[in-house]
């Protein structure tokens, strides 16, 4: 059973970079999609985007400008970069992964526990 | 974006009784719709992808129905874990969106 952990800095002042981590264990990185999702608090889910094992990537076009989600195969994980955060990014961030088939439905089968990111100087 | 819309937002229910949840998007998105659970503090869980597809470890109690631009969840007999908060989630097209999520509370 594949396992998914977020891990990066809790708090960011607002104009700088948030960095978060996914680090993915008891399965390969390889052959599947990974994504990030954020919720404000008490709100609902927005998709922020996803990296294929491959390295191609797509991205929610409400936030395409600050977002880059890279990967490391040789680590298993992968990350979010969110630039110029403001008090609007707060929100936990899940990772998860996404299980994509050409044809058919698209959906997140396992993901992180979340991790708060609070936007305050 | 397509943009997805629940009813209702909040719903009180009792132990054994059934609910239905509904799913309404803003255009056709033929079969390509999942629900997730949420609790509290917790991430969301998968339940049912490609409308009636059910996880597997899911109950068989949890039940997707629809096409076209109208969805829903059932649930036939309630039980005390499933009081949360639920979403819909369309995959038809990027960027991916959820409903804005129903609660279901204890009556």
């Known amino acids: 059973q594949v396992q998914l952990q977020e891990s990066g800095p809790g708090l960011v002042k607002p104009s700088e970079t948030l960095s978060l981590t996914c680090t993915v264990s008891g399965g390969s990185i390889n052959n599947y999609h990974w994504s990030w999702i954020r919720q404000p608090p008490g709100k609902g889910l927005e998709w922020i985007g996803y990296i294929y094992y491959s390295g191609s990537t797509n991205y929610n076009p409400s936030l395409k400008s600050r977002v880059t989600i890279s990967l490391d195969t040789s680590k298993n994980q992968f990350s979010l970069k969110l630039s110029s955060v403001t008090a609007a990014d707060t929100a936990v961030y899940y990772c998860?992964?996404?299980?994509?088939?050409?044809?058919?439905?698209?959906?997140?089968?396992?993901w992180g526990p979340g991790t708060l990111v609070t936007a305050s100087s | 974006d397509i943009q997805m819309t629940q009813s209702p937002s909040s719903l009180s229910a009792s132990v054994r009784d059934r609910v239905t949840i509904t799913c309404r998007a803003s255009q056709r998105i033929s079969s390509y719709l999942s629900w997730y659970q949420q609790k509290p503090g917790k991430a969301p869980k998968l339940l049912i992808y490609?409308?009636?597809s059910l996880q597997s470890g899911v109950p068989s109690r949890f039940s997707g129905s629809g096409s076209g631009t109208d969805f829903t969840l059932t649930i036939s007999s309630l039980q005390p874990e499933d009081f949360a908060t639920y979403y819909c989630q369309q995959s038809y097209s990027t960027p991916y969106t959820f409903g804005q999520g129903t609660k279901l509370e204890i009556k």
């Open positions: 998860a992964r996404l299980r994509a088939v050409t044809g058919s439905t698209d959906y997140f089968d396992s």
């Open positions: 490609a409308v009636s």
